[in-house]
Antibody, heavy 121, light 108 residues
Framework: QLHLQESGPGLVKPSETLSLNCSVSGGSIVSGNHFWGWIRQSPGRQLEWIGTLYYTGPSNYNPSLKSRVTISRDVSRNHFSLELTSVTAADTAAYYC?????????????WGQGTLVTVSS | DIVLTQSPDTLSLSLGERATLSCRASQSLIGSYLAWYQQKPGQAPRLLIYAASSRATDTPDRFSGSVSGTDFTLTISRLEPEDYAVYYCQHYFKSRFTFGPGTRVDIK
C-alpha cells in the first residue's frame, strides 16, 4: 500500500527558505502512470495547489508561487522535495504531498498526513 | 483562470438526511476533470469522486457525483456519522489544479 510522509522544520523564519521532503513507500516515484504534487492549506481552510512533478518533463507550478518554488526528486531515496524561498507569514500552512493519477480525470488519489509549517521570527 | 465556487458554505443536517453540495465553475470545464474530496479535522483530504461521477476506491455508494453544464453536484444519500466533514471540489486544466473553498457538513 502506498504511503507518503512529509518531513521538515515546523518553524521557518521570515525571508528564509522552507524545505520539505516527501518520502514514498510501497511504490516508486518513477512511474509513468502517476505524478507527484504539493498542496498547502491555510489556517482558514482553503486548499492551494503548489506544484506538480511529472515522470518526464519539467515540473509545473502555481503561477502565484512560481518565482519562489522548486519541486525536485531523489530517485535513489524514492522521495521528492519542496523548496519555497523568501517565505512570509502568508506561507504559514499545513503542507501536504500527494500522488496524482491520470484516469478519466486528473486528481490526487493518495495523500500524506501533512505537516504544519509556521513562518515566524 | 477557472474559479470554483462551492455552496452552501455550511450545511447543517441530521443523520439519515440527504446532503446536496454544489460546485460551480466560472467557465465551462473541458471533459469531466472534476474531483471531490472529504476532509475530517486533523486529517488530509481523501479522494471521494473523480471524473465528476466515478467513485474512488472505498467510497461508499451513498456518495454520488453528477454534472450539468458548469454545475457539479456531490450527493450523500443518507448521512452517516462519519460523513460530517468538509468537502472540496477540484479541477484540472492546462496543467493547473484549482480547489473550491469547501462546504462544511455539520450535525444539526
Amino acid at each position: 500500500q502506498l504511503h507518503l510522509q512529509e518531513s521538515g522544520p515546523g518553524l521557518v523564519k521570515p525571508s528564509e527558505t522552507l524545505s520539505l521532503n516527501c518520502s514514498v513507500s510501497g511504490g516508486s516515484i518513477v512511474s509513468g502512470n502517476h505524478f507527484w504534487g504539493w498542496i498547502r492549506q491555510s489556517p482558514g481552510r482553503q486548499l492551494e495547489w503548489i506544484g506538480t512533478l511529472y515522470y518526464t518533463g519539467p515540473s509545473n507550478y502555481n503561477p502565484s508561487l512560481k518565482s519562489r518554488v522548486t519541486i525536485s526528486r531523489d530517485v535513489s531515496r524514492n522521495h521528492f522535495s519542496l523548496e519555497l524561498t523568501s517565505v512570509t507569514a502568508a506561507d504559514t500552512a499545513a503542507y501536504y504531498c500527494a500522488r496524482g493519477t491520470y484516469s478519466d480525470s486528473v486528481e490526487f488519489d493518495v495523500w500524506g498526513q501533512g505537516t504544519l509549517v509556521t513562518v515566524s521570527s | 483562470d477557472i474559479v470554483l465556487t462551492q455552496s452552501p458554505d455550511t450545511l447543517s443536517l441530521s443523520l439519515g438526511e440527504r446532503a446536496t453540495l454544489s460546485c460551480r465553475a466560472s467557465q465551462s470545464l473541458i471533459g469531466s476533470y472534476l474531483a471531490w474530496y472529504q476532509q475530517k479535522p486533523g486529517q488530509a483530504p481523501r479522494l471521494l469522486i473523480y471524473a465528476a461521477s466515478s467513485r474512488a476506491t472505498d467510497t461508499p455508494d451513498r456518495f454520488s457525483g453528477s454534472v450539468s453544464g458548469t454545475d457539479f453536484t456531490l450527493t450523500i444519500s443518507r448521512l452517516e456519522p462519519e460523513d460530517y466533514a468538509v468537502y472540496y471540489c477540484q479541477h484540472y486544466f492546462k496543467s493547473r489544479f484549482t480547489f473550491g473553498p469547501g462546504t462544511r457538513v455539520d450535525i444539526k
